[in-house]
């Protein structure tokens, strides 16, 4: 789904489809682990950031997947 916002209703567009549906932020995640980044509280020497407008950043879904998956390394 190419719209961050639409991921608000990801779970019912994407209910009972026979093609795989990509969640952008489950991606996103993906990569973050499979090039082993880290939190800057882990020692990592980067930073990554969301550009995101203030309704994807309301949505929480970002946040939520990140500090579930990707920070609890």
């Known amino acids: 789904m190419p719209c961050n916002v639409s991921h608000t209703w990801y779970k019912q567009v994407s ?3 026979s ?3 990509l969640h952008m932020v489950e991606c996103v995640a993906e990569e ?4 082993k980044l880290k939190p800057l509280e882990a020692g990592s020497p ?3 950031g969301v550009l995101a407008t203030n309704a994807t950043l309301a949505a929480g879904f970002y946040k939520e997947k990140l500090q579930n998956e990707v920070i609890s390394l």
């Open 46 to 48: 980067l930073r990554i």
């Open 19 to 21: 093609v795989p549906f």
């Open 15 to 17: 209910n009972g489809r």
């Open 32 to 35: 973050i682990k499979e090039a």
